[in-house]
């Protein structure tokens, strides 16, 4: 039989058994991670987009026999400690993903390895912490709380006291927290009295999924999503009851965790869409977990089907909106040159380029898309022992923003957009780019 060398077709990201006990067996796992691992060291097409791979060829190269065959068993995991899994070597990248015959998943495959070691206990308790969003972004809102949060994060003697105990990085960008969450900041029905249009494949009516970083980090970008949906006709619901949508988790391969996590979910939206409204979220990671992290985890189930036909990347929708029509193109403020970032969950989601799109609508507006990783990556940036290499991988980002000295950056991923700011030093502050557009329209 012929085995072709590569694929030109459309990734076919296969559903992931992670029920399975050949899923957490130890020979079956490191079989595979060493064929795996051949196939990389074989083609080395992924080698800019993390350390993953550098550090996969450093292991290989340094070897004996020069050959995946050289590296000690003991040091595959060094590769996984890398991953992030932004997906983009499977979706932008891999010519051997399925459909080919050797059915190489490079995130998926790391995600295994990931829950191998979090079902063993080898997972740091840091690492469990930080990944806890609900409980540990509750507790930093209580009154009093975030004021002293935010003030430790500026303070230099308790952000070397991070590192030392709990290995946060002391220069690692960090979020600022409200006192004031905005599910309690804002009603749960804005604009009810507007006349929802269905057209597009939207049905005119948004509840929105505000997500942990929405809630308690940056409420302006939810209420700037409001602002904007409110403009263009389309009524908006706050969904005030759901929690993580699990990525963090992900990440950390405590599927079961995930699992808790969609059960909690689920059947909030499914209420939500009982009553007309499509679902919005403005935080990329977490659109990707309903649209494709959640379906190939739980392939068969009909709820979470349901739910991924029926939600949107924000600037998904609104294109869809103004394909029909819909979209008040009545701009009044100039954007300027945009320097604009494509966050890597954004782009695996394969929408195409929605939000620059819809930004070179507004008159006298120059975008600028820059498709390289942030560096961000969940909690990658922060730590201790992956700060240096967030940088690293951040660095081609900050040139290029540079390069173009743009009136304002930003990206669809709040934290990337964060990160870039913490490259660029002293020039400014990174704008969501829904955020942009409700200054554009003046509102």
């Given amino acids: 039989m012929t085995v072709r060398e590569g694929s030109l077709e459309a990734p076919d990201r296969q559903p992931l058994d992670w029920r399975s006990d050949e899923f957490y067996d130890k020979q079956s796992l490191y079989s595979e991670l060493e064929r795996v691992y051949d196939i990389c060291h074989g083609c ?9 791979f550098p550090t996969l060829f450093d292991l290989v190269d340094e070897s004996d026999t020069f050959e995946v065959d050289g590296v000690d068993n003991d040091d595959y995991m060094k590769v996984v400690d890398q991953c992030f899994l932004c997906d983009l070597c499977a979706e932008t990248k891999c010519p051997y993903l399925p ?63 991070g590192e030392n105990i709990a290995g946060i990085h002391e220069d690692a960008p960090l979020p600022p927290f409200t006192a004031k969450p905005v599910t309690r900041r804002l009603a749960e029905h804005i604009g009810a009295s507007l006349a929802a ?35 263009n006709d389309v009524p908006a619901r706050i969904l005030k009851d759901a929690r993580c949508c699990g990525m963090p988790k992900l990440e950390l391969g405590d599927l079961e965790k995930v699992e808790k996590l ?77 320097a604009y970032h494509v966050a890597c969950h954004q782009r695996v989601q394969a929408i195409g380029a929605k939000t620059s799109d819809f930004l070179s609508l507004v008159p006298d507006t120059e975008v600028t898309t820059i498709e390289r990783c942030s560096g961000h990556d969940g909690t990658y940036a922060v730590k201790e022992e992956t700060y240096e290499k967030a940088m690293k991988i951040a660095r081609p980002v900050v040139r290029r923003v540079t390069e173009i000295e743009p009136d304002r950056f930003g990206s669809d991923c709040p934290m990337a957009g964060r990160m870039i ?23």
Wanted: hydrophobic share 40%; net charge neutral.
């Fill in 44 to 52: 080395r097409r992924c080698v800019s987009l993390c350390a993953s």
């Fill in 99 to 161: 459909p080919h015959d050797w059915a190489v998943d490079f995130p998926h495959l790391m995600l295994r390895a990931k829950a191998y070691r979090f079902r063993k206990g080898d997972t740091k308790w840091r690492d469990r912490l930080i990944t806890s969003t609900d409980p540990v972004f509750d507790a930093i809102s209580l009154p009093g709380i975030a004021p002293l949060a935010n003030w430790a994060t500026g303070n230099e003697t308790m952000r070397d006291l």
């Fill in 197 to 231: 249009t269905s057209a597009g494949g939207t049905t005119g009516k948004v509840a929105i999924y505000v997500t942990c970083y929405g809630d308690h980090n940056e409420p302006q970008v939810i209420e700037d999503l409001v602002a904007v949906l409110n403009h």
């Fill in 262 to 338: 969609k059960d909690a979910n689920i059947p909030v939206f499914l209420e939500a869409l009982d009553q007309g409204y499509d679902i919005i979220a403005p935080i990329p990671s977490c659109v990707l977990m309903y649209k494709q992290e959640l379906p190939l985890m739980f392939p068969a189930d009909t709820n979470v089907a349901r739910v991924k036909a029926a939600f949107f990347d924000p600037f998904e929708y609104l294109m869809a909106r103004h394909k029909a029509g819909l979209i008040d193109t009545r701009f009044t403020h100039p954007l300027g040159k945009v």
């Fill in 421 to 443: 700011a913490h490259g660029l030093e002293d020039a400014g502050e990174a704008s969501h780019p829904i955020s942009m557009v409700r200054k554009a329209y003046g509102i």
